[in-house]
């Protein structure tokens, strides 16, 4: 089992940048898909960015590529999401979580995600 705690959430302007970052509890962390997911108000909970095990591997929501970077650094147990270029849209609460089955292809069902952390919001203003 694994804990996620997220952080680097708050206020920022329209074009500006922020990073979050989900420190994991436990010795397995290299062992999980991580991804970050985001959830606006009245909105379905979407797919942000996915990252492998290792950290060869990536994947990205639409409405993020080439603004978005996730990466992971499996010493310190910790994932990270860097967000440029920031929109209005992408005020969000953004929760990291945890796959732990092996597939072929980084998730980006919310429902293979078996770990999530509590949230943070992220609020963009125009």
């Known amino acids: 089992q694994v804990q996620l705690v997220e952080s680097g959430g708050g206020l920022v302007q329209a074009g500006g940048s922020q990073r979050l970052s989900c420190a994991a509890s436990?010795?397995?962390?290299?062992?999980?898909?991580m991804g970050w997911f985001r959830q606006a108000p009245g909105k379905e909970r979407e797919f942000v960015a996915g990252?492998?095990?290792?950290?060869?591997?990536?994947a990205y929501g639409e409405s993020v590529k080439g603004r978005f970077t996730i990466s992971r650094d499996n010493a310190k147990n910790t994932v990270y999401l860097q967000m440029n270029s920031l929109k209005s849209e992408d005020t969000a609460v953004y929760y990291c979580?945890?796959?732990?089955?092996?597939?072929?292809?980084?998730?980006?069902?919310?429902?293979?995600?078996?770990?999530w952390g509590q949230g943070t919001q992220v609020t963009v203003s125009s």
């Open positions: 436990g010795r397995t962390f290299s062992t999980y898909v």
């Open positions: 990252i492998s095990r290792g950290g060869g591997s990536t």
């Open positions: 979580a945890a796959e732990a089955a092996v597939r072929s292809l980084i998730s980006k069902e919310r429902k293979n995600y078996d770990y």
